[in-house]
């Protein structure tokens, strides 16, 4: 069976720099893919490539179901089911927090009005977003709470595909456990396929299946990940030679 997501020699360089180079790899319908790499090594670039936001790649494919993706604009590709998140906080800091979820349930799913607050709801109960904030504007909400909504305004689109982008960044050990909780969740109760790009090694190897490790644009290593992290090229690229 193909993959549900297929990369296919995915290619982009800025000047001189290979942001991402020759990158090939497949997610299988229900899985949780971790990336991993150190900073620099062209993880979010990947994810920017993937939903063509807010650029798509010099050269190579993208698959989703089978169908090529690469050249559809990044709404035809969320309507889709590939949804991301961001590595940083977001959101529109003007509105509300329900006005985040229903302003991107509208581009994606073109539901309004009753129909999308319903949707909003449902997305808050699953992930756990507190109702009461929902009239409260965004940009007074704390980090965690920030990246709750964020999390909370993805589910609310209804993904096949969640990319999560570092989404226990500035957490504290607490709130780390319920991204943790939060991610088994979606995969094992909403059978929602994820990938994601942690730094928190920990979360990730716990989380997924496979672990894929990029450096300078290229994939290392992936695999099981508690082999992955133990490969002598993963452990010189976190650590160096030297080590």
């Not at 309004?112 to 009239?135: M, Q, T, W, Y």
């Not at 990319?163 to 319920?178: F, K, R």
Request: glycine letters at 6%.
């Amino acid at each position: 069976m193909a993959p549900l997501l297929e990369i296919r020699e995915l290619s982009k360089s800025f000047g001189a720099l290979k942001a991402v180079d020759t990158l090939s790899f497949g997610v299988d319908e229900g899985e949780i893919l971790g990336i991993a790499g150190p900073n620099g090594s062209g993880k979010s670039t990947l994810f920017n490539l993937i939903t063509r936001i807010p650029f798509g790649a010099d050269s190579g494919q993208v698959l989703f179901a089978d169908r090529r993706i690469e050249q559809l604009s990044d709404v035809d590709i969320t309507r889709l089911g590939v949804i991301r998140t961001f590595q940083r906080e977001a959101v529109f800091s003007s509105l509300s927090c329900v006005d985040n979820i229903l302003i991107a349930i509208e581009q994606t799913l073109g539901e309004r009005g009753k129909a999308a607050e319903k949707l909003a709801d449902e997305a808050s109960e699953i992930v756990g977003f507190p109702r009461n904030f929902h009239n409260m504007p965004a940009a007074t909400m704390p980090v965690f709470y920030q990246k709750q909504l964020m999390i909370t305004t993805a589910i609310a689109q209804r993904p096949k595909v969640l990319l999560l982008d570092e989404p226990a960044s500035s957490l504290v050990e607490d709130e780390i456990d319920w991204v943790r909780e939060t991610i088994l969740q979606l995969n094992r109760q909403h059978g929602i396929t994820i990938v994601l790009i942690e730094h928190v090694l920990p979360l990730l190897t716990s989380v997924s299946k496979r672990l894929l490790v990029m450096e300078l644009g290229r994939s290392i290593a992936v695999g099981d990940p508690n082999e992955v992290i133990r490969d002598p090229a993963v452990v010189e690229a976190y650590l160096g030679r030297a080590q």
